[in-house]
């Protein structure tokens, strides 16, 4: 079992930005493809972001490309994502997802492990 932390969700204005990051305790981190999903309320949970495990290779959604950026940090065990010109569509409970098949990230793949999740809340 791999246990998955979230933090970094708050509410902030449009046009904002905020940093989300999950860290996976006791683990080797590296052996683990990472993504950032999220859910809005009254909708279906969406892939917003996914990274492999060098960090070599990243997706993102085309709703977010340009404004997010996802990134890890091995040495740590963490996952980021960096959130600019937030918008109120954005608003969503964010989720960090890992995947044991390490160079992957896609949006299709089928991730085993799931934190709590964190809110972002965007107001205009």
């Known amino acids: 079992q791999v246990q998955l932390v979230e933090s970094g969700g708050g509410l902030v204005q449009a046009g904002g930005s905020l940093r989300l990051s999950c860290v996976a305790p006791?683990?080797?981190?590296?052996?683990?493809?990472m993504a950032w999903f999220r859910q809005a309320p009254g909708k279906e949970r969406e892939f917003v972001a996914g990274?492999?495990?060098?960090?070599?290779?990243?997706y993102y959604a085309d709703s977010v490309k340009g404004r997010f950026t996802i990134s890890r940090d091995n040495a740590k065990n963490r996952v980021y994502l960096q959130m600019n010109s937030l918008k109120r569509e954005d608003t969503a409970v964010y989720y960090c997802?890992?995947?044991?098949?390490?160079?992957?990230?896609?949006?299709?793949?089928?991730?085993?492990?799931w934190g709590q999740g964190t809110q972002v809340t965007v107001s205009s």
């Open positions: 006791g683990r080797t981190f590296s052996n683990y493809a």
């Open positions: 997802a890992a995947d044991p098949t390490p160079d992957s990230g896609g949006p299709h793949r089928l991730y085993d492990y």
């Open positions: 990274i492999n495990w060098s960090g070599g290779s990243t």
